[in-house]
Nanobody, 121 residues
Framework: QVQLVESGGDSVQTGGSLRLSCAVS????????MGWYRQAPGKQRELVAI???????LHGDSVKGRFTISRDNAKNTVYLQMNSLKPEDTALYYC???????????????WGQGTQVTVSS
């Protein structure tokens, strides 16, 4: 199995910063794209940022210039540095990884359980 463990969610004030981490463990053969999504109450889950295995990144329009995704392949970990946080960034943030488990024929998408980010004005 492949497990994703997220950390770093917290409550902060407007303008604050947080760094989310997502560590991937288990019977990993390979990891492809890694990303972060978020879901606020009453809203659909939306893409925050993704990073390919080669390091190319894509950030959602609402977070461009404020959030930065990165990864450490040696640690099988993806990060999300969040600066200049706004109340509208309040959401449950989910890690998403495309990975191949050892002994299986193809890639699968895996989701973390989510970490809460709350930004107060």
């Amino acid at each position: 199995q492949v497990q994703l463990v997220e950390s770093g969610g917290d409550s902060v004030q407007t303008g604050g910063s947080l760094r989310l981490s997502c560590a991937v463990s288990g019977r990993i053969f390979s990891i492809g794209a890694m990303g972060w999504y978020r879901q606020a109450p009453g809203k659909q889950r939306e893409l925050v940022a993704i990073i390919t295995s080669g390091g190319s990144t894509l950030h959602g329009d609402s977070v461009k210039g404020r959030f930065t995704i990165s990864r450490d392949n040696a640690k099988n970990t993806v990060y999300l540095q969040m600066n200049s946080l706004k109340p509208e960034d309040t959401a449950l943030y989910y890690c998403n990884v495309v990975a191949r488990e050892t002994g299986t024929p193809g890639d699968r998408r895996y989701w973390g359980q989510g970490t809460q980010v709350t930004v107060s004005s």
